[in-house]
T-cell receptor, first 116, second 109 residues
Framework: EAGVTQSPTHLIKTRGQQATLRCSPI?????VYWYQQALGLGLQFLLW???????NRGNFPPRFSGRQFPNYSSELNVNALELEDSALYLC???????????????FGPGTRLTVL | KQEVTQIPAALSVPEGENLVLNCSFT??????LQWFRQDPGKGLTSLLL?????REQTSGRLNASLDKSSGRSTLYIAASQPGDSATYLC????????FGKGTRLHILP
């Protein structure tokens, strides 16, 4: 069974540009989570999508946004890139039953975003 | 506001030893607690998930416990091996997933 996949592996952008990161969940999983791991910091929760809707978001500015498609894959968009956005962005998927305790999250390998 | 703390930040032990990693959280109203492993330059691997109604979970040489009342969890690794060297992250699930900063574990051959 294929795991969570992310693309691209590496992405280099300049300040002010937009970045789009993609994630494909494990087959059958309906929830997708996005995390940011900046150098020297712990993993920070960004966004949670389930059944095509944004269920929760972390403490990030609105220029971090995303969406989930009908096939449950997801995009993370970062607008007006800043140097501090350079980080490893991880995507995770799980099978989520709304209103119940969350299930185990399975992580992808991540996208390394570098902002110059 | 939920905060997750992991102690120690780094740990080196000889191969074969049993070890304990600690995780504490400030708000006991959690859905679950999860332990992850992160290898350098790679994504996370989920190790164990403990639901709020459970007290422990075991997988192979790993055992994780949860004490909600005291806001603590421990990850016990038995008979450590060099391949166990990695960063171990604790994450608490409530409305969001809150991660600790991890413990960097180095097993000395």
């Amino acid at each position: 069974e294929a795991g969570v996949t992310q693309s691209p592996t590496h992405l280099i952008k300049t300040r002010g540009q937009q970045a789009t990161l993609r994630c494909s969940p494990i087959s059958g999983h309906t929830s997708v989570y996005w995390y940011q791991q900046a150098l020297g910091l712990g993993l920070q929760f960004l966004l949670w999508y389930d059944e095509g809707e944004e269920r929760n978001r972390g403490n990030f500015p609105p220029r971090f946004s995303g969406r989930q498609f009908p096939n449950y894959s997801s995009e993370l968009n970062v607008n007006a890139l800043e140097l501090e956005d350079s980080a490893l962005y991880l995507c995770a998927s799980s099978f989520q039953v709304v209103g119940a305790a969350t299930d185990t999250q399975y992580f992808g390998p991540g996208t390394r975003l570098t902002v110059l | 506001k939920q905060e997750v703390t992991q102690i120690p930040a780094a740990l080196s032990v000889p191969e074969g030893e049993n070890l304990v990693l600690n995780c504490s959280f400030t708000d006991s109203a959690i859905y679950n607690l999860q332990w992850f492993r992160q290898d350098p330059g790679k994504g996370l691997t989920s190790l164990l998930l403990i639901q709020s109604s459970q007290r422990e979970q075991t997988s192979g040489r790993l055992n994780a416990s949860l004490d909600k009342s005291s806001g603590r969890s421990t990850l016990y690794i038995a008979a450590s091996q060099p391949g166990d060297s990695a960063t171990y992250l604790c994450a608490v699930g409530d409305d969001k997933i809150i991660f600790g900063k991890g413990t960097r574990l180095h097993i000395l051959p």
